[in-house]
């Protein structure tokens, strides 16, 4: 007999549908909403942070966020097994979008047990991190507290002590050569927090609300006897200068726009070519300020940042690391709405020299565009690595040639317009590392194994301490080879392919972008080498 379709006769509501599960399924997601209790939640927003879910609407685009694991926590039952209290895990993850695009979103809740191992469910991370390579989308961390990190309070409720796991690292050390993995410090992060935000390929801060460190105040207190707070520990000032954050923004909000900016130069993994953009900026726009902007005095410095400004698409250039390593400029544009990665020099600092830390940061950033095909302009002035004693004890060469290993190990295309200096080993690998070369020079090029002042000195140097008048000597030596220096010898050896007028820089790069977006088409997928953090 075939079934009659409704309500039996007589029967009640709840003994034919699924209604009491579905009101019980809705006040456990009521009760998770609650995040770790008003009072808790008072006092993370007296300190002027965000709540995860705040945190998460504010990132993504409006009603496009998804939840996993929305009840999953730590349920209390009576003795009739009816739920009593819900603590929600600190972990909330999902799916969502931006501006379009399909992202992973994970966010830690500082008001439940401070973020740490106590209240974590160490499998939700897991599975943010493995649902963002599965689905081949980019993965965006807020991180706040120990992120699933280690608290000697588990170890009473377990029993035990237990050997220290990793869980999903493999697939987070894997992520960073699939998909773009953009990480936010939001409050104090400590241990595995601290280290989900150094492995990224964006790292941001908020000054004064967020610190990180790899223990906090009272562990080191007891380790090393230092009484410190946590900003003096872990503060925006230590992180923004040392690399460990790319970015210091000065809120909240001011940190979701630069991952959204971040993200909007990368395409969604490493299968994909970077997303292009309409462009109405003309092609051939000439700015006269090219011109003039290399000084014809060679001791004085010029304003790398505006430079690059001049070039690409509007003005507009996103510099990653401006508060380390900064003799070097990087950072994200377009040309002829083509994404490009975009290399300077900043000779307000150190002269513009190679140190270390502009050696790492180099690195890491030819990784970055290397690993999703983002093709690389290099605005050559590069004098050579940093000397002296400070950068010898730095191990300038050592971290300089790791440097130079990324230059050559390069797949996307590079480019290199040499504007000023390129000088000694450091030089030569940034005008030198592609075959065939793609590069240009302005009249203000300057090029050797040694600059002509400092060289003069190395090379002659017991005809002058030998001279009766030194400086008159050191004097004539520079105007005979000055003679030599002109970039057009250079070229009439076809040393340097092309000198072209600077205000021609636009439309010689614009002309290269179009073909190298077409080369790197067919070279798309993750680099066997992989991305190093």
Known sequence: MRPRSGVLRGATVAAVTWEPEIEELARRRELAARLGGDDRVTRHREAGKLTVRERISALVDEGSFEEIGSIAGFADYD????????????????????????????????????????????????????????????????VDGSGGGGSVKSYEGLGRTYVPPLPGWRDQMDLMSEVPVVAAALGSVAGLG????????????????SQIFVAGPPVVEYATHEHVDKEELGGAAIHGANGTVDNVTTNEHDAFESVRAFLSYLPSNAWEAPPTAACEDPVDRSEEELLSIIPRNRRRVYDGRRLVRLVVDGGEFFELGSGWGRSVVTGLARLDGHPVGVI???????????????????????????????????????????????????????????AI????????????????????????????CTTPRFRVAWPSGDWGSLPLEGGIEAAYRRVLADSDDPDALREELLGRLEAVRSPFRTADAFDIEEII????????????????????????GPRRRGYRP
């Open 194 to 209: 601290a280290a989900r935000v150094a492995a990224a390929h964006l790292a941001v801060m908020v000054a004064q609300t």
């Open 344 to 402: 300077a020099a900043d000779p307000a600092h150190l002269g513009g020299v190679l140190s270390a830390d502009g050696s790492d940061k180099l690195r890491r950033f030819l990784d970055l565009c290397d690993t999703f095909h983002v093709p690389i302009v290099n605005f050559v002035d590069q004098p050579g690595f940093a000397v002296g004693t400070a950068a010898e004890r730095d191990a300038t060469i050592r971290r300089g040639v790791g």
């Open 79 to 142: 003795e009739q097994g009816e739920l009593v209290e819900l603590t929600p895990a600190n972990f909330v993850f999902g799916d969502a979008r931006v501006d379009g695009r399909d992202i992973v979103v994970a966010g830690d809740d500082f008001t439940v047990r401070g973020g740490a191992a106590d209240a974590s469910i160490w499998q939700k991370l897991v599975m943010s991190e493995q649902r963002a390579r599965a689905l081949r989308v980019p993965v965006v961390r807020l």
């Open 501 to 524: 007028d600077p205000r021609r820089t636009r439309r010689v790069l614009c002309r290269w972008i179009r073909r190298a977006y077409t080369v790197a088409a067919h070279d798309l």
């Open 405 to 432: 290993a990324a230059l050559y190990q390069l797949s996307t295309p590079y480019f290199a317009v040499i504007v000023r200096r390129a000088f000694g080993v450091a030089g030569a690998a940034m005008v030198d």
